[in-house]
T-cell receptor
């Protein structure tokens, strides 16, 4: 069966510090991968998606970047965090051609 | 612009009672509509998925309906339990290309009290 992992689960970082969130998927190959941010009282916002290694599409201009160094690894990064980067970050995967996205457990990021 | 609107924003009910959550969407072209349940601090989990031709679908005590003409969906929860306390998110996907886009509602926060 497929599983999706995210770490860390929670993170508190000062403004201006770098960020690296990792997402890995097991039990499938060549998944479509997604990064979302969920702010309090708001819906999920798609940040990046990837259909293959090294292929990243950005949905919104921002302070963040994403990379996919391996087939089942998706990384969300920032060189300098802003207060507005605080939120709940969710990684998701989808098998190509399938309808369902499966979400990871999420990372709660607080920027102080 | 594709949008998904959910109501109510929040709802409090007593254990054992039924409730209905609403979702209105303006997504085109429409592919499917899904309801997710998201426990606090966790990732969303899919409850049901409905395509254009489906009017109703059940998953245990959860029953979703879809009216593609009026672009409305509802999620009915029967005999609520404390574990039903969560945010319920309506998600609509378009049918655009190999990497479809999802439009998320803001969710309805359901609290079931004993």
């Amino acid at each position: 069966s497929q599983t999706i992992h995210q770490w860390p689960a929670t993170l508190v970082q000062p403004v201006g510090s770098p960020l690296s969130l990792e997402c890995t998927v097991e039990g499938t190959s060549n998944p479509n991968l997604y990064w979302y941010r969920q702010a309090a009282g708001r819906g999920l916002q798609l940040l990046f998606y990837s259909v293959g290694i090294g292929q990243i599409s950005s949905e919104v201009p921002q302070n963040l970047s994403a990379s996919r160094p391996q087939d089942r690894q998706f990384i969300l990064s920032s060189k300098k965090l802003l207060l507005s980067d605080s939120g709940f970050y969710l990684c998701a995967w989808r098998a190509g051609g399938a309808d369902t996205q499966y979400f990871g457990p999420g990372t709660r990021l607080t920027v102080l | 612009k594709n949008q998904v609107e959910q109501s109510p924003q929040s709802l409090i009910i007593l254990e054992g009672k039924n409730c209905t959550l609403q979702c209105n969407y303006t997504v085109s072209p429409f592919s499917n509509l899904r309801w997710y349940k998201q426990d606090t601090g966790r990732g969303p989990v899919s409850l049901t998925i409905m395509t254009f031709s489906e009017n109703t679908k059940s998953n245990g005590r959860y029953t979703a309906t879809l009216d593609a003409d009026t672009k409305q969906s509802s999620l009915h929860i029967t005999a609520s339990q404390l574990s039903d306390s969560a945010s319920y998110i309506c998600v609509v996907s378009d049918s655009g290309g190999s990497n479809y886009k999802l439009t998320f509602g803001k969710g309805t926060l359901l609290t079931v009290n004993p």
